[in-house]
């Protein structure tokens, strides 16, 4: 069965059909033969962010003797910049990431997006989501995730980067984002876009949020959507208590739940998007950075 945050991002690509219909339309995804059901079309954002005034582009990074595809911006000519890991959804690192990792260079930080499946498979290359979840997304191990995040702060702090280290993530990473403030204690501050909280445990996936509130290195802010079909609002409930027992840093961890939001609402080539959730989003995503020090 997939998992709900996955149901989710399905659903966000099927935003005029009922739940009864997309669900529907996700067992066909995962029967036999699947559903013609396309992967979003990904050059098309609604904020394009020129390249002017930043260094950017596609780097190597070495993780373990592999050579993990990145995406990396940053204010041109500058060093001793803080760190933003940006980790993708479960699309791969395309354009919208690309851009995204602009707009946070434009702010004045280091931007990297790793590509996160590199090792199984690439994303870009299905064209049915049913196909991209069974095949490559689930194979993926949380251990190899956070490996490859270590080696990209350790590539970013050689290249331009300072001590000061931020992460955030959509939908797949948004979960990750909790992890990973929980794995690495450089991780000042965390921004989780609608990631999923709770789960059962799985070989490659054996802890969720809900279970490493109490080693949170760096608080986390939570944006998610009331409308998210596949994060229950009681599960947000359910994080916060946990949080409340948590580490200092999860004591000092914030959720704002935008009213209406479906999933993906920040994801400005997908037919989720909303746009004043979207900036509202991002400017306490900012704040939230400058608060707790990555800034």
């Known amino acids: 069965m997939l998992r709900d945050d996955l149901q989710a991002d399905f ?38 962010t020129p390249v002017d005034g930043l260094t950017a582009g596609e780097v190597t990074i070495n993780s373990a003797g592999f050579k993990v595809p990145a995406y990396r911006a940053a204010p041109a000519g500058k060093t001793n910049l803080p760190v933003v890991l940006l980790v993708q959804e479960i699309f791969g690192v395309h354009e919208y990431i690309a851009d995204t990792c602009r707009r946070l260079a434009k702010a004045g930080y280091l931007a990297v997006a790793p590509e996160m499946f590199a090792r199984q498979g690439d994303p870009r290359q299905y064209t049915e989501v049913g196909k991209l979840i069974a095949e490559l997304v689930s194979k993926v191990p949380d251990a190899q995730v956070m490996a490859d995040l270590d080696a990209t702060v350790e590539w970013a702090q050689a290249n331009g980067g300072s001590k000061k280290v931020g992460i955030t993530g959509f939908c797949w990473g948004g979960r990750i984002t909790w992890l990973y403030a929980a794995h690495n204690p450089q991780v000042k501050a965390g921004v989780a876009w609608y990631g999923r909280l709770v789960g059962q445990a799985s070989a490659n996936t054996p802890s969720h949020p809900v279970n490493v509130t109490k080693t949170l290195h760096g608080p986390v802010l939570g944006l998610y959507g009331s409308a998210d079909s596949g994060i229950p609002l009681t599960t947000v409930n359910e994080m916060k208590d946990a949080l409340a027992t948590g580490s200092a840093a999860a004591k000092r961890s914030e959720f704002v739940v935008y009213p209406g939001a479906p999933h993906a609402f920040h994801a400005d080539y997908r037919p989720s998007y909303r746009k004043d959730a979207a900036e509202d989003g991002w400017q306490r995503a900012l704040a939230w950075f400058k608060k707790n020090g990555v800034a």
Not at 29 to 35: K, M, P
């Open 11 to 48: 659903d966000s690509l099927l935003p005029g059909q009922d739940q009864p219909n997309r669900r529907t339309a996700l067992k066909a995804a995962l029967g036999v033969g699947y559903a013609a059901t396309a992967m979003p079309i990904m050059a098309q954002t609604a904020i394009q």
